[in-house]
């Protein structure tokens, strides 16, 4: 991956509410308060993204989308210079969105989503 797309994909992770950089093994890695959604590999962009969408990426593209095993699990590294660039912006966000901390029920009896809680 060059540096220019390096660089691009860190200033759209840390454009993203409450994401901060840290080092995972050496490489730069973006982080919710829950957990690491991307990782800047020297194969790839790693990205936190539920199983089912994986293999669809997998199958979608196998140019742009790496499959490698890390134990029983496929792992997917994105390959930015084949992917269009609304489209990798896009699935940085779902990875995102993917590993925020479940949002709180409020106090008023309205979660955090804009559901009523009913009561009887």
């Known amino acids: 991956m060059d540096a220019r797309a390096k660089e691009e994909i ?3 992770a840390l454009s993203l509410e409450g994401v901060s ?3 995972h093994w050496g490489r730069p890695a ?3 308060t829950k957990r690491i959604f991307a ?3 020297p194969d790839g962009l790693w990205l936190y993204l539920p199983e089912e969408r994986k293999d669809f990426l997998f199958e979608a593209d196998p140019q742009a989308f790496v499959k490698y095993m890390w134990g029983k699990h496929p792992e997917l590294l994105a390959q930015p210079e084949n992917i269009p660039r609304k489209e990798l ?3 940085v966000r779902e990875a995102y969105e993917a590993a925020l901390p479940p949002r709180k029920e409020s106090s008023r009896g309205h979660s ?3 559901a009523r809680k009913r009561t009887r």
């Open 10 to 12: 860190r200033a759209l």
């Open 21 to 23: 950089e840290v080092d």
């Open 30 to 32: 973006f982080r919710t």
């Open 39 to 41: 990782v800047i590999r």
């Open 89 to 91: 912006t896009a699935l």
């Open 112 to 114: 955090a989503r804009g």
